[in-house]
Antibody, heavy 126, light 107 residues
Framework: EVQLVESGGGLVQPGGSLRLSCAAS????????MSWVRQAPGKGLEWVAN????????YYVDSVKGRFTISRDNAKNSLYLQMNSLRAEDTAVYYC???????????????????WGQGTLVTVSS | DIQMTQSPSSLSASVGDRVTITCRAS??????LNWYQQKPGKAPKLLIY???SLQSGVPSRFSGSGSGTDFTLTISSLQPEDFATYYC?????????FGQGTKLEIK
């Protein structure tokens, strides 16, 4: 059974730092892209970052570039999100999600988030 | 960035109704469109990928269609467990973007 379990959330002051972790099990972690997706209280979903299987490619939403760093440790089946210079608008539930790639003869490879963790709440407030 | 716009933002319907939710992309995304369901306090759940492919384990009353810029999610006969918020998401390019969500409520 695929499981993704986030941890590391909490209350932090503006300008502070936090490191989120996601422990993966039930699948070959090193074979999948992984992502972080967040959801501010009462709001919609926002993709935050992606990382390739070997960590060689990383992509971020503009609002976190230069402040957040996604990383992974395939030996530990773990995904991380280092968040620095936190702002009030970073307050959200942060989800770890597995990225599945499927091949279609007409469109090529399409990606989607097929498994999600339960989320961890990050609150940025003084 | 590709903007995803869902309509309506909220919808009231009854058990047994047929419901359609629309998602429009700000530029063509071919069939790179996915649909998720989210219940309060829970993580999103994948329903449909590649515009029309049903994720394993998802009931067949859910279906998706469309390509290019216009997409629809249809629930053929609403069940009590379907009352939730639905999101579309494009995977054509980074940043991946979601629609604002459609909240489906009981009439």
């Amino acid at each position: 059974e695929v499981q993704l379990v986030e941890s590391g959330g909490g209350l932090v002051q503006p300008g502070g730092s936090l490191r989120l972790s996601c422990a993966a099990s039930g699948f070959t972690f090193s074979s999948y892209w992984m992502s972080w997706v967040r959801q501010a209280p009462g709001k919609g979903l926002e993709w935050v970052a992606n990382i390739k299987q070997d960590g060689s490619e990383k992509y971020y939403v503009d609002s976190v570039k230069g402040r957040f760093t996604i990383s992974r440790d395939n030996a530990k089946n773990s995904l991380y999100l280092q968040m620095n210079s936190l702002r009030a608008e970073d307050t959200a539930v942060y989800y770890c999600a597995r990225v599945k790639l499927s091949y279609d003869i007409l469109t090529g490879y399409i990606s989607y988030f097929d498994y999600w963790g339960q989320g961890t709440l990050v609150t940025v407030s003084s | 960035d590709i903007q995803m716009t869902q309509s309506p933002s909220s919808l009231s319907a009854s058990v047994g109704d047929r419901v359609t939710i629309t998602c429009r992309a700000s530029q063509s995304i071919s069939s790179y469109l996915n649909w998720y369901q989210q219940k309060p306090g829970k993580a999103p759940k994948l329903l449909i990928y590649a515009a029309s492919s049903l994720q394993s384990g998802v009931p067949s009353r859910f279906s998706g269609s469309g390509s290019g810029t216009d997409f629809t999610l249809t629930i053929s006969s609403l069940q009590p467990e379907d009352f939730a918020t639905y999101y579309c998401q494009q995977s054509y390019s980074n940043p991946r973007t979601f629609g604002q969500g459609t909240k489906l409520e009981i009439k």
